[in-house]
């Protein structure tokens, strides 16, 4: 300050023997009288006539000793005040030292794609303090938004004004080993739950990709695993606890009040915090997972075959027919038979067949499957898992390759790209920076990425690299299922996930495949920097009627496809390009495909547009397809005051008067 002042004395001493004196014949201006109302700094009036210039020499020097004067006390504040480690406030990007407050919390999702601050993030340690919490911010009408382990790419569970989490309740309550039935709170997180029951032999019937997620969390928006005969994770709830705001602690299950007990599984959070969940488990088992690479024709073949294992007696001659293929009328067999319509039935008749069995040879033969497409490449990845045989045991296999061999052509890639964007060197001078030798795959793509996120070729180039990889990478994986049923899926990424009708098991409407003959020709088109994979399951129908898989039909099949970009960086600049990119690609895939095929969003990843004309055609789209009604009126009985709602659900599902 000393400084400024000293610079201030200067720049008036230059002022007074530079500037030009009154004429002794000109009286001096009059003094103008301080009004004690006028502002510090002088307002700008809004008119059309120019701004008066002053008049004189003296006066332009006095505003330019004022300007410099105040630049130079910002400059001298700006760097003579430390920068704190918390000083991470949007507000305080401008001014880079200001901290967070204290009681002010920032929470953000997995992948930094949404963050809010509150003062209000509170941790229950029971149900009592939960229940104790709900009402109170009831009668206060303050929001408190239940938010899980913030892994949703779209951030469903954030509130500005306020959450809850129940992080702090994670017991397993009790196990009943006869039923295969276990009671929890809704905080335990996924790999907690599996750990604290394996002792009793048992575990969950299905797991999405990774295992952070908390039980309310990942039951209240509809998660899934794969397998075409398992439904998505909320057809294992059999009952539930929950925290209303109107109507305090009710307890529902498929038999007490079985309406509001379907329609609160996929709740999203908006009619109750979800307090315990009692999930249906099975046997654990180890599994045995399968990788191998494939490409778009023999998928479409494999996956509408149909295998028949075939047991059957013919007077005379015993005939034992295994792995039978057929697709459709067309039968692929060395003995005639009769090819009419009924040819099942024909082919028993004609060879007397006394047992025969028929499944579909990817989908139903396997327990999980899925698929990983490799944009601008016709790889396909193809991971099955199933139990180990208790006749065979585990595969005896030997990999091609070894982990170094298959990881070499993106290792050359990469070194390859650093000599083309000229920072190898500034990478050999950095002592942070990993071996290259000591880094996975999905390691190795993010950093393949950072170089150049949204060059279509250098994508393309990074893409073919991954197939090679999964190419040599062909082998079989044994564990127990909560360590096989899981997937890398990179660094933090936007990603847009639909769901929609395949058909049935028995009869396949191949519209899943389809799907991405469509999607990847539609990236070809448009030149889309589109990364891998796009991941592709499956899961049986869910009877909760707000899941995106929901429906009457007892054997009715779902497949979801999930595009992604990676955000490789932590450049503001470079992620915001990304982000644009990635919803111009969502889109693209939103107006070309969703409606065609029925398509719709999985609720962690589904995002609310800005524009007002987009916004309404989201909110009639989602009437065509879920309760909405149902969903309001439940809302409004069990949370009037709204506490329990954030900005999005208020968007998705707006409130009126007569619902």
């Known amino acids: 300050m000393s400084r400024a002042l000293s610079l201030r004395r200067s720049l008036l001493h230059l002022h007074h023997h530079r500037s030009k004196p009154l004429s002794p014949t000109t009286p001096p201006p009059p003094k103008p009288i301080q009004n004690p109302f006028t502002p510090l700094y002088p307002t700008r009036k809004f008119c059309t006539s120019p701004t008066p210039i002053p008049s004189t020499?003296?006066?332009v020097r006095k505003y330019i000793g004022y300007t410099a004067l105040v630049i130079f006390c910002g400059a001298a504040t700006f760097y003579s005040f430390p920068f704190p480690g918390n000083a991470k406030h949007k507000k305080a990007?401008?001014?880079?030292?200001a901290p967070l407050p204290e009681d002010l919390h920032t929470v953000s999702n997995w992948s930094g794609t949404h963050e809010v601050q509150t003062r209000n993030f509170y941790q229950p340690e029971n149900?009592?303090?939960l229940e104790k919490l709900v009402k109170e911010n009831n009668e206060k009408k303050a929001r408190i938004r239940p938010v899980g382990s913030g892994l949703s790419p779209n951030g469903i569970g954030l509130a500005r004004s306020g959450m809850v989490n129940l992080a702090l309740m994670d017991k397993v309550l009790e196990v009943d080993?006869?039923?295969?039935r276990v009671r929890v709170e809704a905080g335990i997180r996924v790999q907690e739950l599996v750990d604290g029951i394996k002792e009793y032999g048992l575990t969950l019937q299905n797991f999405a990709s990774i295992r952070e997620q908390q039980i309310g969390g990942i039951v209240q928006v509809g998660a899934h695993g794969t397998g075409a005969r398992l439904p998505p994770i909320d057809e294992q709830v059999v009952s539930m606890k929950l925290v209303t705001p109107a109507k305090g602690t009710i307890e529902i299950s498929k038999e007490k009040d079985p309406e509001l007990f379907y329609l609160a599984r996929v709740g999203l959070g908006g009619l109750g915090v979800v307090a315990e969940v009692t999930l249906q488990c099975v046997e654990r088992q180890e599994l045995v997972e399968h990788t191998f690479i494939s490409n778009m024709k023999d998928i479409k073949k494999n996956h509408k075959l149909l295998r028949f294992v075939i047991n059957f007696y013919v007077p005379n001659d015993i005939y034992v027919v295994n792995d039978f293929v057929t697709s459709g009328i067309e039968v692929q067999i060395s003995t005639p038979f009769r090819k009419d319509q009924n040819w099942a039935a024909a082919?028993?008749?004609?060879?007397?067949?006394?047992a025969f069995s028929m499944v579909m040879k990817l989908l139903s033969e396997n327990k999980h499957v899925k698929y990983l497409h490799i944009p601008y490449t016709d790889a396909v990845v193809?991971?099955?898992?199933?139990?180990?045989?208790?006749?065979?045991?585990?595969?005896?296999?030997k990999p091609k390759y070894t982990t170094n061999e298959a990881l070499q052509h993106v290792r050359d890639l990469y070194k390859e790209s650093l000599e083309k964007y000229r920072i190898a060197a500034a990478k050999s001078l950095d002592d942070n920076e990993p071996d290259i030798n000591e880094l996975s795959f999905t390691e190795l793509r993010d950093k393949l990425l950072a170089l150049d996120p949204l060059s279509k070729d250098h994508v393309v180039k990074i893409n073919r690299a991954e197939a090679e990889f999964w190419a040599k990478s062909e082998g079989y994986r044994v564990g127990w299922s909560d360590e096989i049923l899981g997937f890398d899926c990179g660094g933090q990424q936007w990603v847009s996930e639909n769901?929609?009708?395949?058909?049935?098991?028995?009869?396949p409407s191949l519209k899943d495949l389809e799907f991405i003959e469509k999607l990847k020709q539609l990236i070809e088109k448009e030149e889309i920097p589109a990364p891998s994979p796009i991941e592709q399951r499956w899961t049986a129908r869910s009877q909760s009627p707000m899941s995106p898989a929901s429906s009457s039909a007892e054997d009715d099949i779902f497949s979801w496809v999930g595009i992604i970009m990676y955000l490789p960086t932590t450049d503001a600049r470079q992620r915001k390009e990304i982000t644009e990119e990635f919803f111009h690609y969502r889109h693209l895939t939103q107006a070309e495909l969703w409606d065609k095929y029925s398509a719709y969003e999985h609720w962690a990843k589904i995002e609310v547009p800005k524009d007002k004309d987009m916004l309404a055609a989201l909110q009639e789209r989602l009437r065509r397809r879920?309760?909405?009604?149902?969903?309001?009126?439940?809302?409004?009985e069990l949370d009037p005051n709204r506490i329990l709602s954030n900005n999005m659900l208020e968007k998705l599902f707006p409130l009126s008067e007569t619902n």
Not at 349 to 354: E, I
Not at 499 to 507: E, I, S, V, Y
């Open 57 to 59: 020499n003296s006066e």
């Open 93 to 97: 990007q401008l001014f880079r030292y």
């Open 127 to 129: 149900v009592e303090q």
């Open 177 to 180: 080993k006869e039923k295969k």
């Open 347 to 354: 082919f028993c008749n004609d060879f007397g067949l006394s």
């Open 382 to 397: 193809v991971v099955t898992c199933n139990p180990v045989s208790k006749w065979k045991g585990p595969p005896k296999y």
């Open 499 to 507: 769901c929609f009708p395949a058909g049935t098991l028995a009869k």
């Open 626 to 636: 879920f309760p909405v009604d149902a969903y309001n009126k439940a809302r409004k």
